[in-house]
Protein backbone atom coordinates (compact mmCIF):
# COMPACT_ATOMS: atom_id res chain seq x y z
CA UNK A 1 0.00 0.00 0.00
CA UNK A 2 1.63 3.48 -1.01
CA UNK A 3 1.87 5.50 2.11
CA UNK A 4 1.03 8.85 0.66
CA UNK A 5 -1.97 10.61 1.53
CA UNK A 6 -5.60 9.42 -0.33
CA UNK A 7 -5.64 12.52 -2.77
CA UNK A 8 -2.26 11.29 -4.09
CA UNK A 9 -3.37 7.58 -4.91
CA UNK A 10 -6.10 9.47 -6.91
CA UNK A 11 -4.00 11.97 -8.57
CA UNK A 12 -1.03 8.92 -9.18
CA UNK A 13 -3.43 6.97 -10.92
CA UNK A 14 -2.53 5.92 -14.43
CA UNK A 15 -3.57 3.24 -16.48
CA UNK A 16 -0.93 0.25 -16.70
CA UNK A 17 -0.62 -2.23 -19.67
CA UNK A 18 3.12 -4.43 -18.38
CA UNK A 19 2.54 -6.25 -15.49
CA UNK A 20 5.18 -8.39 -13.69
CA UNK A 21 5.12 -12.31 -13.71
CA UNK A 22 3.27 -12.52 -10.30
CA UNK A 23 0.34 -13.40 -9.41
CA UNK A 24 -2.24 -10.73 -6.77
CA UNK A 25 -2.95 -12.94 -3.99
CA UNK A 26 -7.13 -13.52 -3.05
CA UNK A 27 -7.20 -11.55 -0.32
CA UNK A 28 -6.21 -8.43 -2.71
CA UNK A 29 -8.82 -9.20 -5.43
CA UNK A 30 -11.26 -9.49 -2.68
CA UNK A 31 -10.37 -5.99 -1.20
CA UNK A 32 -10.67 -4.53 -4.80
CA UNK A 33 -14.27 -6.28 -5.04
CA UNK A 34 -15.42 -5.10 -2.16
CA UNK A 35 -13.93 -1.24 -2.87
CA UNK A 36 -15.97 -1.67 -6.21
CA UNK A 37 -19.44 -2.46 -3.79
CA UNK A 38 -18.44 0.92 -1.94
CA UNK A 39 -19.26 2.91 -5.06
CA UNK A 40 -22.42 5.15 -5.35
CA UNK A 41 -25.09 3.83 -7.07
CA UNK A 42 -28.82 5.35 -7.98
CA UNK A 43 -31.20 4.65 -5.04
CA UNK A 44 -28.39 2.14 -3.93
CA UNK A 45 -29.42 -0.51 -6.04
CA UNK A 46 -26.35 -2.26 -6.63
CA UNK A 47 -27.26 -3.33 -9.58
CA UNK A 48 -23.82 -5.10 -10.38
CA UNK A 49 -21.74 -8.57 -10.99
CA UNK A 50 -18.54 -9.29 -11.22
CA UNK A 51 -16.42 -11.67 -12.99
CA UNK A 52 -12.79 -12.22 -11.97
CA UNK A 53 -10.92 -14.14 -14.19
CA UNK A 54 -7.56 -15.46 -14.03
CA UNK A 55 -7.31 -17.91 -16.71
CA UNK A 56 -4.85 -17.32 -19.71
CA UNK A 57 -6.84 -19.08 -22.31
CA UNK A 58 -9.90 -16.59 -21.71
CA UNK A 59 -7.33 -13.58 -21.86
CA UNK A 60 -6.65 -15.09 -25.24
CA UNK A 61 -10.21 -14.73 -26.18
CA UNK A 62 -10.33 -11.90 -24.87
CA UNK A 63 -7.23 -10.12 -27.49
CA UNK A 64 -9.23 -11.63 -29.94
CA UNK A 65 -12.59 -9.61 -29.18
CA UNK A 66 -11.16 -6.48 -28.31
CA UNK A 67 -8.25 -4.77 -30.30
CA UNK A 68 -7.29 -2.68 -27.44
CA UNK A 69 -6.85 -5.32 -24.89
CA UNK A 70 -3.81 -7.66 -26.98
CA UNK A 71 -1.50 -6.65 -23.29
CA UNK A 72 -4.11 -8.91 -21.61
CA UNK A 73 -2.45 -12.28 -21.08
CA UNK A 74 0.29 -11.09 -19.01
CA UNK A 75 -2.26 -9.83 -16.41
CA UNK A 76 -2.69 -11.60 -12.92
CA UNK A 77 -6.23 -11.32 -13.32
CA UNK A 78 -8.91 -9.33 -14.94
CA UNK A 79 -12.81 -8.28 -13.20
CA UNK A 80 -15.22 -8.27 -15.71
CA UNK A 81 -17.79 -5.64 -14.38
CA UNK A 82 -21.51 -6.05 -15.30
CA UNK A 83 -24.89 -4.25 -15.11
CA UNK A 84 -27.92 -6.09 -14.10
CA UNK A 85 -30.80 -4.26 -16.22
CA UNK A 86 -33.30 -6.27 -13.49
CA UNK A 87 -31.59 -4.42 -10.48
CA UNK A 88 -31.21 -0.80 -11.91
CA UNK A 89 -32.75 1.77 -10.78
CA UNK A 90 -33.96 3.11 -14.36
CA UNK A 91 -33.17 1.96 -17.32
CA UNK A 92 -29.34 3.46 -18.56
CA UNK A 93 -28.57 3.68 -14.71
CA UNK A 94 -26.61 0.58 -14.20
CA UNK A 95 -23.62 2.20 -16.96
CA UNK A 96 -23.28 4.96 -14.40
CA UNK A 97 -23.23 2.53 -11.43
CA UNK A 98 -20.61 0.17 -12.41
CA UNK A 99 -18.37 3.11 -13.92
CA UNK A 100 -18.29 4.47 -10.26
CA UNK A 101 -17.40 0.41 -9.31
CA UNK A 102 -14.60 0.45 -12.30
CA UNK A 103 -13.81 3.58 -11.24
CA UNK A 104 -13.18 2.42 -6.88
CA UNK A 105 -11.28 -0.99 -8.12
CA UNK A 106 -8.96 1.60 -10.36
CA UNK A 107 -8.33 3.76 -7.45
CA UNK A 108 -8.63 1.00 -4.78
CA UNK A 109 -5.21 -1.29 -7.12
CA UNK A 110 -3.36 1.82 -6.82
CA UNK A 111 -2.98 2.02 -3.28
CA UNK A 112 -2.20 -1.29 -3.34
CA UNK A 113 0.98 -0.96 -5.62
CA UNK A 114 -1.29 -3.37 -8.06
CA UNK A 115 -1.47 -1.73 -11.64
CA UNK A 116 -4.69 -1.77 -13.69
CA UNK A 117 -6.39 -0.83 -16.61
CA UNK A 118 -9.78 0.35 -17.67
CA UNK A 119 -10.76 -2.01 -20.83
CA UNK A 120 -14.17 -0.06 -22.52
CA UNK A 121 -16.91 -2.17 -23.66
CA UNK A 122 -20.07 -0.19 -23.43
CA UNK A 123 -21.32 0.66 -25.66
CA UNK A 124 -19.76 -1.40 -28.88
CA UNK A 125 -22.64 -3.58 -29.52
CA UNK A 126 -20.53 -5.80 -31.31
CA UNK A 127 -18.13 -5.97 -28.45
CA UNK A 128 -20.75 -6.28 -25.91
CA UNK A 129 -22.44 -9.29 -27.78
CA UNK A 130 -18.89 -11.17 -28.00
CA UNK A 131 -18.44 -10.72 -24.10
CA UNK A 132 -21.87 -11.86 -23.58
CA UNK A 133 -21.07 -15.18 -25.49
CA UNK A 134 -17.44 -15.46 -23.93
CA UNK A 135 -18.88 -15.42 -20.63
CA UNK A 136 -22.34 -16.65 -20.99
CA UNK A 137 -24.12 -13.49 -19.59
CA UNK A 138 -27.70 -14.03 -19.05
CA UNK A 139 -29.40 -11.28 -21.26
CA UNK A 140 -30.64 -8.84 -18.82
CA UNK A 141 -26.74 -8.73 -17.86
CA UNK A 142 -24.73 -6.26 -19.95
CA UNK A 143 -20.71 -5.89 -19.66
CA UNK A 144 -19.93 -2.57 -19.40
CA UNK A 145 -16.47 -2.70 -18.28
CA UNK A 146 -13.19 -4.87 -17.97
CA UNK A 147 -10.45 -4.09 -15.57
CA UNK A 148 -7.20 -6.05 -16.28
CA UNK A 149 -4.66 -6.15 -12.96
CA UNK A 150 -1.28 -7.24 -11.78
CA UNK A 151 1.94 -6.07 -9.89
CA UNK A 152 3.26 -3.24 -12.74
CA UNK A 153 6.14 -4.20 -15.15
CA UNK A 154 6.09 -0.17 -16.15
CA UNK A 155 6.49 3.30 -14.24
CA UNK A 156 4.02 6.12 -15.38
CA UNK A 157 4.58 9.55 -14.40
CA UNK A 158 1.92 11.27 -12.57
CA UNK A 159 0.40 13.84 -15.70
CA UNK A 160 -1.15 17.09 -14.65
CA UNK A 161 -4.57 17.03 -15.82
CA UNK A 162 -6.25 19.90 -14.36
CA UNK A 163 -7.24 22.44 -16.59
CA UNK A 164 -9.10 25.63 -15.46
CA UNK A 165 -10.82 26.40 -18.98
CA UNK A 166 -13.28 23.26 -18.01
CA UNK A 167 -14.24 24.87 -15.30
CA UNK A 168 -17.37 27.29 -14.69
CA UNK A 169 -18.99 28.36 -11.96
CA UNK A 170 -22.55 28.77 -11.49
CA UNK A 171 -23.45 29.15 -15.21
CA UNK A 172 -21.67 28.67 -18.33
Not at 67 to 81: K, M, P, V
Not at 101 to 119: D, E, K, Y
Not at 125 to 148: C, D, M, T
Request: contains cysteine; proline residues 5%.
Amino acid sequence: MQSDSPISWILSRRSIRKYQNAEIPQNEINILLKSAMQAPSAVNKQPWHFIVVKDKAIFREIAKIHRSASFIDTASHAILICGDEQLEHDKGYSILDCSAATQNILLAANTLGIGACWIGIHPREKRKEAFHQLFGLPEHVQPISLVSLGYPAEEKEMVERFNSERIHYNKW
